[in-house]
């Protein structure tokens, strides 16, 4: 599974840092991004449930 933040439609809401910190974090625009890609399969339930719940819909799982 690969996951990703789209940059233009993330709006900072901590959302997906808050569900899964173990995959998930800021960049240097305070925007989130896949921080640790090497832990998206062990928290896989916890991208998905980042995805469905991300309110612009910038998590894109393929």
């Known amino acids: 599974m690969k996951v990703y933040v789209d940059q233009n439609e993330c709006i900072s809401c901590a959302l997906c840092v808050d569900q899964c910190p173990a995959v998930f974090g800021f960049n240097s625009d ?5 921080e640790h890609e090497d832990a998206v399969k062990e928290h896989s339930e916890q ?4 995805a ?5 819909s910038a998590i894109k799982i393929m």
């Open 30 to 34: 305070n925007k989130s991004h896949v």
């Open 47 to 50: 991208v998905k449930i980042s």
């Open 52 to 56: 469905y719940e991300c309110p612009t």
